[in-house]
Structures are given as structure tokens and as C-alpha cells.
């Protein structure tokens, strides 16, 4: 292998994209009326979320293995990952005739662990975090003496996540923002870089969760920080600690990072699953959560949402489905303290049929109540259009002197 860069150039960029051609699918990035409509302004999508292996990761992992040398392919490769890091090295490994072994921590989805040993990989299961995983990784790599492949501080690796900054030019050149998610910080550092380097008054825009605000933080102290991540919908953005090379390339090159909480990410998910027909997992559905805040003042403009991974769980739609519904106010839960009489409970559903809410769930509990025994608690759970009609709920029941606890 030819002697690492220190850091990325547009060249370095575009010698990965011809490096890449052929192998690597060029998403497009079409213009979306119902979001456009919903943000206010004109929203492109870039949809790398329709990739092979489901995530832009196999940019960086085609290019990166593409510059082995013959004897570095031959004797194959050690990487650590949670999942589409690893997805991309073992099919693009496999189609290159590379030896790959992955570790990945031991809560790793079932699903892309699965799907990693069908491309052929060796999956090695280690640690309940993905740095015990990567400690582990990094010892097998230098007692086997085999190139361990990062999933994102490496100049290569940024390299090929940067040629989706060259296609969102070529599909939108008159852009005037870029929103990217940003986990350890590769793909923003490399579509900023190849899209400042064009165009330099395009607005580039990092998105993280509130719960892992990994180059939020590092970006406000100035200098690289580790932070403790919390559970998050956006599991594939929840690093610990940036890129070195990434954050350097970041702080000169990206105009803003911004956070977004967990209500807006489920919200994100459930309007690209109903608008645009999109499957895209909580890590790429962050960009649309921060093309609606307000405060970016994005009115009028065009603006590029990356939707970098649609790799999620089919478990976790339903749960991220209902949060969504929850967050825009059409979901509804509440307790309401019903008399124990015959009767009763048909009473107070049809109050609730009158305002045109659809029940969904009821749990009539007559064994653990208020201390008032004339009285039983009545869990609800109701479809409502939103917030507003919530509260014609509410007022309905207080109107026919109902008690309720909302939540």
C-alpha cells in the first residue's frame, strides 16, 4: 500500500471516485415536493440509503481496499464495527477477493451480523461496546500483522465518502446548504471538503443526536473530547469520540453543528416512511430533523438532506413509528377514572367517539384503582389528528366530568 495522506484534497477525492466507478452505486438525489412543502424550503435527498449493503459506508471501504497492495489483499483485513462499516467491507471484500474478519460487540443487531457471515466474512462477536471491539480489532490486526481498516479517521476512508459531495454538485449545483449526520465524523469531512472546494459558499451542516453530541462538543471545547453516549433512535451516530483527522478537517470546513432530540428523530423516520415512501434508519433520518428547526433559517432555500443508511431494525420501526405518531400529536395517552357501574365504560367511550378520535387501546382495570372504590382506572390510547384535537379530548371529558391523568 502506497504511504497514507495526512489528510484529504478534492484530488484525493476525485481519484477515489474513479477508483470506486463501477462498484459503487451513484444514488440520486431528486427534489421532494412533500417535504419541500413541510420545511419551507426546496429539499433535495440524497439517497445513499439505497446502497447495496444499505449505507454510504461502502464508499470509503471500496476505495480504502481498492489501495491495498497485492500481498495486503491477499492476506486480508481486521476491522471493528457495529454494523454498516462492517456490512461494506465484507461485500465489497468478497467481490475483491479479500479476506475479511470483522469484531463486533456482542449487542451488535442480529440481522447485520447474519448478513456480514452470508458475504463472507469472519465475525468475530467481543465486548459489550464497540471500543472493547475495536481494542480487540486492533490486537489482532498487530499479532497477525494485517492492516486494521477504521470505519472513519482515515484519509482514504474520507476520500470515499467525499465523492457524494461531487454528485450532490453535478445533481444540484445551484445548492445552497448540505445537511449531513455525523457519527465519528468521515462523511461530513469528506462531502464538506470535495463540495467547499467547488463551491465555497455552499452552507454545510452537521446534524448529531442530543444524545451522543460527539463533534457538538468538541467543536464548542476546541479541542477533541470523549463524551459518554446515551440510548439513542440514531444508534449508528452514537460514537464516543471523533475522528482526530475528521475533527481537524470539520472545524475548517463545516459552518455549523446543530442537535436534535429524540421525538425529532422518530418524527424524521415516520414523515420519510409516509411521505416519500422511504425506509431510513434514525442516523439518516437526522438531516430532515434539522431541515425543520426554524432557527436555520433555510426558507426559500435549496437545501440537500444526505440520508446516509437505511439499515434498522424492523422491531424497532414499529416502536419508532409509535413515538413519531406520538411526537406530532397523533398518538394519545391518558387515565381516566370511570364509575364502577354497568354501563360506565360504554359512556365514557362513546365521549370519546364523539370528538372523532379513534380508540386504539383500552385496559378497564377494576382490581388496582384510586383509593376511592366507587371509581376504576380506564388506560386509553387514542389516534388523534394532533395536538389541538388532543385538548378537544380533554375538554370533552371534563365537560362530562370525567377525572383523567394525561400520559
Same mark, same amino acid.
Given at each position: ?44 435527498? #440524497? ?9 454510504? #459506508? ?24 457495529? =454494523? ?21 460487540? #456482542? ?33 489482532? $490486526? ?17 476520500? =470515499? ?12 449545483? @445551484?445548492? @445552497? ?30 446534524? &448529531? ?66 411521505? &416519500? ?7 439518516? $433520518?437526522?438531516?430532515? $430533523? ?9 426558507? =426559500? ?41 354497568? =354501563? ?33 382506572? $380506564?388506560?386509553?390510547?387514542? &389516534? ?24
Amino acid at each position: 500500500m502506497t504511504a497514507m495522506p495526512t489528510t484529504v484534497t478534492l484530488q484525493s477525492i476525485q481519484s477515489a471516485r474513479q477508483r470506486i466507478a463501477g462498484a459503487v452505486y451513484r444514488s440520486p438525489c431528486p427534489y421532494s415536493l412533500s417535504l419541500s412543502r413541510l420545511c419551507g424550503c426546496e429539499i433535495f435527498c #440524497k439517497l445513499d440509503h439505497l446502497q447495496m449493503t444499505g449505507s454510504f #459506508k461502502e464508499r470509503g471501504a471500496r476505495n480504502k481496499l481498492k489501495l491495498l497492495s497485492p500481498a495486503q489483499q491477499k492476506a486480508g483485513i481486521i476491522a471493528a464495527s457495529a =454494523g454498516n462499516h462492517a456490512l461494506a467491507l465484507a461485500y465489497h471484500g468478497r467481490d475483491l477477493g479479500i479476506p475479511v474478519t470483522v469484531i463486533m460487540p #456482542k449487542w451488535a443487531s442480529l440481522v447485520k451480523v447474519g448478513n456480514c457471515r452470508t458475504l463472507g466474512a469472519n465475525v468475530v462477536l467481543h465486548g459489550e461496546a464497540y471500543d472493547d471491539a475495536r481494542r480487540h480489532a486492533l490486537e489482532l $490486526a498487530q499479532n497477525q500483522h494485517l492492516p486494521y481498516i477504521p470505519g472513519f479517521d482515515d484519509p482514504d476512508i474520507i476520500a =470515499g465518502q467525499g465523492t457524494m459531495g461531487l454528485e450532490i454538485l453535478e445533481d444540484v449545483p @445551484d445548492v @445552497d446548504a448540505v445537511i449531513v449526520p455525523i457519527g465519528g465524523g468521515g462523511l461530513i469531512a469528506g462531502v464538506a471538503t470535495a463540495i467547499k472546494e467547488i463551491r465555497p459558499n455552499v452552507r454545510i451542516i452537521g446534524v &448529531e443526536p442530543k444524545n451522543a453530541p460527539t463533534m457538538y462538543e468538541s467543536l464548542k471545547a476546541g479541542h477533541l473530547v470523549r463524551i459518554q453516549t446515551q440510548p439513542t433512535l440514531a444508534d449508528g451516530l452514537a460514537i464516543a469520540e471523533a475522528g482526530q483527522l475528521c475533527f481537524e478537517i470539520v472545524r475548517k470546513v463545516v459552518d455549523q453543528v446543530i442537535l436534535v432530540d429524540e421525538p425529532q428523530i422518530a418524527t424524521s423516520v415516520l414523515r420519510l416512511l409516509e411521505h &416519500e415512501k422511504m425506509v431510513v434508519e434514525g442516523a439518516g $433520518a437526522v438531516p430532515l $430533523a434539522a431541515a425543520m428547526d426554524p432557527s436555520l433559517a433555510l426558507a =426559500g432555500k435549496k437545501v440537500v438532506l444526505v440520508l446516509c443508511g437505511g439499515n434498522i431494525d424492523v422491531m424497532l420501526i414499529s416502536r419508532i413509528i409509535e413515538r413519531g405518531l406520538a411526537a406530532e400529536g397523533r398518538l394519545c395517552r391518558f387515565t381516566a377514572y370511570i364509575s364502577d357501574r354497568p =354501563g360506565s365504560l360504554a359512556k365514557f367511550l362513546s365521549v370519546i367517539a364523539a370528538t372523532g378520535a379513534s380508540i386504539k387501546d383500552v385496559a378497564h382495570d377494576r382490581n388496582f384503582g384510586p383509593p376511592d372504590i366507587a371509581y376504576v382506572p $380506564a388506560v386509553c390510547t387514542v &389516534e388523534t389528528r394532533d395536538f389541538e384535537h388532543i385538548q378537544e379530548i380533554y375538554a370533552a371529558m371534563r365537560a362530562n366530568e370525567i377525572q383523567f391523568k394525561e400520559g
